[in-house]
């Protein structure tokens, strides 16, 4: 089955500062690849995906890169503002249907003011 | 914009209780889905279902757990007799396939095994 690895476990930046959060994955069937934000105590919310046909996808601050050869994805935050403090998740999975993620161990944001 | 809502929030059981937790998935959702989060760790996929019947189980949804759609907008999880590691946060997700393969999630059933 797919195995998905995330780095780092834990992220600390100074607000304005830049973040990457990086994953691989396993399965080269994988062509789905969604991260979530998890806030404390709340549900796992998407804040942006990206599929396998396309190597970069941009949404203001958030950006997210695919390579497909190596088999792994980032997930890039400019600009950090103390409200993107938060735990990150990734997931990789293949498209159509019934499709399951494989969520990544994610990791633990955290934006200093 | 509509969400996945879940009931109750918080359930705390004894040890060997039935619990069922419920799930209202978005109304043109036809995949459904529970997940499961241990505190402090990462999400992990219980069941998936569709056209009423399961379509993709993992080795956690052992013969303790069932899930079921009484009506046409209800989904429930069953945990049969409930033991201490089951406590955990409890996920229902939805998507549409026909549109996207986007799962929205609900906010989650805190379940509580004493």
């Known amino acids: 089955g797919e195995n998905v690895e995330q780095h780092p476990s834990t992220l600390s930046v100074q607000e304005g500062d830049s973040a990457v959060i990086k994953c691989t994955y396993s399965?080269?069937?994988?062509?789905?690849f969604p991260w979530y934000k998890q806030e404390l105590g709340k549900r796992p919310q998407l804040i942006i995906d990206?599929?396998?046909?396309?190597g970069e996808k941009k949404d203001q601050r958030i950006a997210v890169t695919l390579n497909k050869t190596a088999k792994h994805f980032s997930l890039h935050i400019t600009e950090t503002q103390p409200e993107d403090s938060a735990v990150y998740f990734c997931?990789?999975?293949?498209?159509?249907?019934?499709?399951?993620?494989?969520f990544g161990r994610g990791t633990s944001l955290i934006v200093h003011p | 914009e509509p969400e996945v809502t879940q009931t109750p929030s918080h359930q705390v059981t004894q040890m060997g209780q039935e619990v069922i937790l419920r799930c209202v998935p978005i109304?043109?959702?036809?995949?459904f889905y529970w997940y499961r989060q241990i505190l402090g760790q990462k999400v992990e996929f219980l069941v998936s279902?569709?056209?009423?019947?399961?379509?993709?189980k993992s080795e956690i949804f052992d013969d303790q757990f069932s899930v079921e759609r009484p009506d046409g907008s209800n989904f429930t999880l069953k945990i049969r007799s409930t033991k201490l590691e089951d406590s955990a946060m409890y996920f229902c997700?939805?998507?549409?396939?026909?549109?996207?393969?986007?799962?929205?999630f609900g906010p989650g059933t805190r379940l509580t095994v004493l």
């Open positions: 997700a939805s998507s549409d396939p026909l549109g996207t393969d986007t799962q929205y």
């Open positions: 399965d080269s069937a994988s062509n789905y």
């Open positions: 990206i599929r396998s046909n396309v």
């Open positions: 997931a990789a999975s293949a498209s159509g249907g019934s499709y399951i993620p494989t």
């Open positions: 109304s043109n959702h036809l995949y």
């Open positions: 279902f569709y056209n009423n019947e399961i379509s993709e």
